[in-house]
């Protein structure tokens, strides 16, 4: 067997100082091996009787609900139409929810049959934030920091 010599003092410093920058970003991009709270499994701000935030005066016709990861609906898009039904009948007259797509950072969009006032969407908000395997729950809507432009057509 070779003998191996021990490694010097840089070489020691270099690798601490390797595994610490490693554990660091580990830390701040949330590793769930190295928090007890994933960063991309945080729990849910919002929380049953937290107040949910609905952008402008409406109406509101567009929501992106998230799910855990480790919940039925998180795994599978299959099972999230019948957690929409369930939180449609939050509101009377139940609207009809449709599930839209799967978002590739996880969230589902789905639409409501008719337009929602902002009491409506608050209380359909508030049904979804009361199921525990929901993240998140926001509105659909365009975010950027210029206004919206109107497009032009032909004879402008």
Not at 2 to 15: G, I, N, Q, V
Not at 51 to 59: A, H, N, T
Not at 91 to 98: C, E, G, K, N, R
Request: hydrophobic share 40%.
């Amino acid at each position: 067997m070779p003998h191996l010599e021990p490694p010097s003092r840089r070489t020691a410093a270099c690798a601490l100082l390797t595994a610490c920058v490693i554990a660091g970003c580990a830390a701040a991009t949330g590793d769930p091996r190295m928090n007890e709270h994933p960063a991309s499994d945080p729990p849910t701000a919002h929380a049953p009787g937290v107040e949910v935030e609905l952008p402008g005066e409406g109406p509101f016709q567009r929501f992106i609900v998230r799910y855990r990861a480790d919940s039925p609906a998180g795994r599978e898009s299959a099972n999230v139409p019948e957690k929409l039904r369930q939180a449609a009948a939050a509101l009377d007259p139940a609207p009809v929810l449709s599930w839209q797509r799967r978002l590739a950072v996880g969230g589902d969009v789905f639409t409501v049959d008719r337009p929602l006032d902002r009491e409506q969407a608050r209380q359909l908000m508030q049904a979804f934030a009361a199921d525990p395997q929901v993240q998140s729950i926001e509105v659909d809507r365009r975010l950027g920091i210029d206004p919206p432009r109107q497009m032009r057509t032909r004879g402008d």
